[in-house]
Structures are given as C-alpha cells and as structure tokens.
C-alpha cells in the first residue's frame, strides 16, 4: 500500500495544477487522505474567482468571453475530484469514509453556487438566445444549448424559496448516497461469512475454488478451513458447484439480504429517504416524477419509452427463462429425484445443464482463462481494430501496490495516446463490481496542445493462488472486455469543449463496452487467450465450438433478472411526493408480482444493495444497459456482415463517430452516421436467443446422482 491510507503532510501536492510526475500522473506515493479536503476546497475556491471575472466582465456576453472561460473554470477542482472518488469505492479505508463525509456536502454547496447564481445565468443564458446569429459552429451550439440546460435543471429558474429548499436536498442526498454504499460495503464485508471445516461440505467444488477458500481462511486465522464470502468472486462458484443446498441456500439467503439485517448498515429507511427526496427534487423542478427528469438527458428521452423498450423485451425474456425452468426441473429429477428449484439453486442446476448440454462446464473452461492471457488477448484485439499497443509501465506510482499496475497506450505511429490503471482484485476495502474512470481526461487546448487521458479500470477478480495467476470465469472474461471498452472510448475521446469532449448520455455510454465483450466470443478471438493454466494448451476446437453455442444457454434468466432490477429501478423513480412508501419489501415484492417476475429469479440487485441506483449515476437509468445491448448487437454487425471483424474501415468509422466525437451531435445522430441506419433489435433478440427456443438437451445422466469425488484436507489440493 502507499501512504494514501493514513499520515498527514505540511506539504499538499493536490493544491498543484500539474504534478511532477511521468505523464503528470498523481503522485499517490505522496498523496494522504488528509490532503483531499484543503486542495478541494482551494481548487473550489480558485473556480470561483473564475467565474467571478466571467460575472464581472461588462462586455456583452459571448461564446469567447463566458462560454469557454465557465467551460475551462473546473479543470483543477475535476481532477482532484476524480481522484478521490475513484478512491473512496477502491480504498474505501474508514479515514476515506470520514474525509468524504466531510467533502460531499462542500462539493454539493458548491455545485449549487454555479448553478443558481443568477448573475451567471443571465450570462450564459443570453449566449443561448443569441445563438444562432452568434456565427457559432454546430459543436458550439451544442455546447451553449447543454449549458443553458445543465442550470435550468440545476435551479437557475427557481424563485429564492425553491433555491433554498433545492439546496438543501442536494445536500442530505449526497450524505444519504454515501451512507448507502458505505452500509452496503460494511455488510458485504461483515454481515455474514461462511466457514467450512468439514471436507464433506466442499463437495462438487472445484479445486482451484477450494485453494482459494483454504488461502482466505488462513489470512483470516482460520488455517485448515476453507472461507466464503458475500463477494461474488466467492459466494457466487460456491453456488455454481457446491453439492451441499443447505449451504447454497445459506448463503444465497445472506447476499440477497445484504444492508437488509436492521441495526446501523440497514439501507431501508436510507433509500426510502433517498427516493423520497428525489421525487421532491423532481416536483421542484416542474418534473412529473424523478424518472421523468433524470431521463430527459438521455437518448430514450422519456419514462415511458424505457418502459416501452424493457415491456418489448419482458415477455420474450420471461418465456424463455420459464421454458429454462421446466428444463431444469426435467434434468434436476432425472439427475437426483428433485423437482425443487429455488433461487438459490439456479446456478447449480444450470451449471451441471449446461455440462450435459454442452460437454463443457465452467471448471473445465475457466482452466483455460488465466487472467494475464485473457489481458493480452484483449490488448491485441484493440490493436487489431484501432492500431493501438499498450506497454507496461512500472514508472508510475499507484495507490494499492498489490493488486494495480499500469499501461502506457501508443497509436500506430508511435504517438502516445494515454495510460490505464488497472486495479485487478477484490479487497475488503474495495466496493463490488467492476467500473472505468478516469484520474485525468483528454481535451484538446487552444494553443495546439492536449491533455492526455488517465483512465483506470476496476475489476474484483479473484486473487492468484501460490501456483498461478487468477483463473477467471467466463463472466469475468466477458467484465474484462467490457470495461476496457470504456477505456478505449475514453483513451479516443476528442475535443476542445469539456461539456461535449466524450461526454454522452447514459444510455449510449455502455454500448462501447458492452460492444468490446462481442470480441471476446469470437473462435478466432478465443484461441489466442483459452490456453490451459498448468499445460498452456489452447483449448481444444471442439471446447470452443461448444462455447460458442453454449452463449444463449441460460439467457432467459440472465435477461430477466436484469430486466427485472431495471423495471425496479423505474418503479423507484417513478413514484411522486404523493405516494406515501414506507415498506421496501412490499414494494419491492409488489413491483416484481406486477410484471410476473417467477420466484426461482430475483432481479439481479435487490433494493438494499442496489448501488447503481441509491449510490452511483444510474438513478431511473439501469434500463441503459438494455437500450446500449440495442445499440451494441447491432454496431457489431457491421463487422460480421463486412466479413472481417477487424476491418479496418470498419473500425475507423466507429472510432471517429461514436468514440472520439460521440459527444458532440446528438447520440443517434452519430449513430446513424456509424452504421448507415438505426439500430434493428432483432440482432439484440438473436444475440440473446429470445427469437428461438432453447436447445433440448440429449439427457445422458444416470438416474441416480453418481457418487461425488470428495476433496481431501489437503491444503493444497493440487498436490493431491
């Protein structure tokens, strides 16, 4: 670890506008915790004399003397910004904790300031109505009419009254986004732990599965037991091969009631405040419902086309996962006599399907998927497509020393494009998931110069073993690719204007990523990282074509499951001052038995850890993952139908029109000008197998369950 953890310093090297560093990366070998708030706080200040030379400059107001000056104004208070919050979900270290709840109401009041200060206003508000006799290009325009926005949305119009109460519903809901997540960590990491000492109930595990369970036990003090945990990289192949139901179930039980237990981490009354407060922001600002406001901004454009667009493919989703039900039920009998599956079964029962179905299970496969290869694949995928090479960077200080290291990005020519941080595993002090952000961004200066993109990836990949590198699953495999492709995007980004440089809805921000995974199912793709962890064989041909068919299996509950967290993010934000909810199991439980949602699925978050929603930027938007799979399945077509999925041609048009300059027409705009048309979702329907029936599997399984291997106690059970 660096000292970003603790200790203190006279001296600040947040409060500098560049740092003396290689590539003027943050310095977090000199970076501590109790920096964050004095250099925030002065970059807070050093903005406001910005704007206050904008205020007090009595020439008329133009795009040159108020437009590019308030777009400019944030440069220093972004950048540190960015490098705290992106620390206070990857090092979330109880001093992280207490400097943000000291900085989140600072940074709010501040933000409220800008926006709500009329002077200001009538600045830029006169640029807007001047606009088009202003001799503005249409990057320009954009950028004036989305500022104008940004403070009509902000309050700018509101009476003094309304200002008031505004502000201060700003305030407790950053207080109140930041205890959610805080209670959703402390319960992840405390509310319960499974401790096995007995060998029998490691039954159906894979080896590598219970090293990694016998390493966690031992750091914990527990040596000779093998440890679970609620993070998916534990709990979730526990599921997925653990013979033992009384145990899947125990566990299955414990994640689905994360920050759900009463006492001090509970999220209910946190998110009924959260979602109550939303909705008076929504009222005061003349929009029907939360939903209806935060939805504005995006390509979908209203509540009811998101709905429209989740209703479409709801009923198509739920066919297919009860049909995958019955299948199931039909397996599970004939394998041991049941016909009982519960939620928390699923993953055991379809994981030993997909074998019977496929020949192939995720021990075999996930042999083949060692971390360091599936990285090298996917560095020479983007290689392929844009021309880019990354290079390892050990010159560059990181803030966990463990688990980051760093990639320097080069064009084809040579030109240095930008770097990525790459934060590889879970950690007690890390939130769950995987997400892309940046410690600094690209923009284009007016002098010719640029500043350079300083992207950094966070995944939760399981730790490697004595023996090896991490072996991923192929969810994690797909997680890799995915936020990599945020990373291209940000690495292409161009522009010379902050408010349109890479700066897209939300709802077209994950198609880059989600676009990238296509690649990582491709034959071609998947022989150049499957190679097998201990012989460093690539895996058979037969293997990959059972994968590759094997990519709708289970889709059916994969898609409605994140249908169903998307519709409970609407239902949320779509309610008013009026409703009156005080019970988040009624209606969470309410809201799914509206739509149908079968028992043996829960929406992929329940309420309580729902982070997305009550604490990150996907408030009444976790439907943009489905509208960004319209996009992405359709954008990969046009490699598939041009023959070669790196065309060259192909590639170059994406890149310009949706990466680098994405932000600056609207969305679909660039779209169109991409791919020649709109998107078709019938390429969704059929990436997904929701327009065809499942595969009928030749059953082969005996009648009786076989009797399982059991592991020894053995510490290392390779050894065996």
Not at 204 to 230: H, N
Not at 238 to 250: Q, S, T
Not at 356 to 368: A, F, M, R, V, W
Not at 549 to 570: K, P, R, Y
């Amino acid at each position: 670890m660096t000292a970003l953890v603790c200790g203190c310093s006279d001296s600040n090297p947040l409060n500098s506008h560049s740092f003396d560093t290689k590539h003027d990366v943050p310095p977090f070998n000199e970076i501590y915790v109790s920096h964050f708030k004095p250099a925030i706080v002065n970059a807070i200040n050093e903005a406001d004399q910005a704007i206050q030379l904008i205020t007090s400059n009595r020439n008329e107001p133009t795009f040159e003397n108020t437009i590019i000056p308030f777009d400019r104004r944030n440069e220093h208070l972004d950048r540190v910004c960015n490098i705290f919050f992106n620390l206070t979900e990857a090092e979330k270290t109880d001093s992280i904790v207490e400097a943000a709840e000291e900085i989140m109401p600072i940074i709010s009041a501040a933000n409220d300031d800008v926006y709500m200060n009329a002077e200001l206003f009538a600045r830029i508000k006169h640029v807007y109505d001047n606009r088009e006799s202003a001799n503005l290009d249409s990057t320009q325009r954009r950028v004036v009419e989305l500022y104008y926005k940004d403070f009509v949305r902000s309050g700018a119009t509101l009476d003094a009254t309304k200002q008031k109460e505004l502000r201060e519903i700003n305030q407790k809901l950053s207080l109140l986004s930041l205890t959610f997540g805080n209670n959703k960590i402390a319960e992840t990491n405390n509310s319960y732990s499974l401790v096995i000492d007995t060998i029998s109930d490691l039954a159906g595990l894979p080896d590598d599965i219970i090293q990694s369970a016998a390493e966690a036990a031992e750091k914990i003090g527990k040596k000779g037991k093998w440890l679970f945990t609620l993070h998916k990289a534990s709990f979730i192949p526990f599921l997925m091969y653990a013979d033992n139901a009384k145990l899947r179930n125990e566990i299955y039980t414990a994640y689905s009631k994360i920050a759900n237990n009463g006492g001090e981490h509970d999220n209910k009354n946190v998110l009924l405040e959260i979602v109550k407060l939303r909705a008076k922001k929504a009222q005061i600002l003349g929009y029907k419902t939360y939903a209806h406001y935060a939805i504005e901004e995006n390509m979908t454009a209203t509540p009811e086309a998101a709905d429209s667009l989740l209703n479409l493919l709801w009923q198509p989703a739920l066919k297919r996962a009860q049909a995958e039900l019955s299948e199931l039920k039909t397996f599970a009998y004939r394998y041991n006599r049941t016909t009982e599956i519960t939620a928390a079964d699923w993953w055991y029962w379809s994981e030993k399907l997909r074998k019977q179905k496929y020949g192939i299970d995720e021990t075999t496969i996930s042999e083949y998927f060692v971390r360091s290869n599936v990285r090298d694949a996917m560095f020479n995928v983007a290689n392929k497509l844009y021309g880019i090479t990354l290079k390892k960077a050990d010159d560059i200080p990181v803030y966990d020393d463990n688990d980051c290291d760093v990639y320097e990005v080069f064009e084809a020519n040579g030109d240095y494009l930008g770097l990525v941080y790459f934060d590889w595993f879970t950690r007690a002090t890390k939130s769950s998931g995987a997400w892309h952000s940046v410690f600094g961004s690209v923009l284009e200066n007016f002098d010719g110069s640029r500043t350079f993109d300083q992207s950094t990836i966070v995944y939760n990949f399981p730790h490697p073993t004595a023996d090896h590198d991490a072996l991923l699953s192929w969810d994690d495999v797909q997680t890799m690719f995915h936020e990599f492709g945020h990373g291209l995007h940000s690495l292409f980004t161009r522009g010379f204007y902050r408010r349109t440089a890479g700066n897209v809805p939300y709802d077209f921000v994950e198609m880059p990523s989600q676009l990238l995974e296509h690649w990582a199912l491709e034959p071609e793709v998947i022989r150049t990282y499957a190679r097998h962890y201990k012989t460093g064989e690539v895996m058979p041909d037969e293997t990959i074509t059972k994968l590759v068919e094997s990519a709708t299996f289970n889709q059916g509950f994969a898609m409605t499951e994140l249908l169903a967290a998307a519709i409970l993010d609407l239902r949320w934000h779509s309610l008013t001052t009026a409703d009156n909810i005080t019970n988040v199991e009624e209606f969470e439980q309410k809201a799914m038995d509206e739509i149908g949602l079968i028992k043996e699925i829960l929406p992929r978050y329940k309420s309580t850890y729902f982070s997305h929603i009550f604490d990150g930027g996907y408030a009444a938007g976790y439907y943009v993952y489905v509208w960004s799979s319209l996009l992405d399945c359709d954008a990969f077509a046009a490699w598939k139908e041009s023959g070669d999925i790196f065309n060259q041609e192909v590639s170059a048009r994406f890149r310009n029109f949706c990466l680098a300059y994405g932000g600056e027409d609207d969305p679909m705009k660039q779209y169109i000008r991409f791919r020649g048309q709109k998107p078709d979702i019938n390429y969704l329907l059929t990436f997904r197998g929701l327009n065809q029936k499942p595969r009928r599997p030749v059953y082969t399984q005996p009648t009786q369950q076989p009797q399982q291997t059991q592991p020894t106690g053995n510490q290392d059970p390779k050894a065996e």
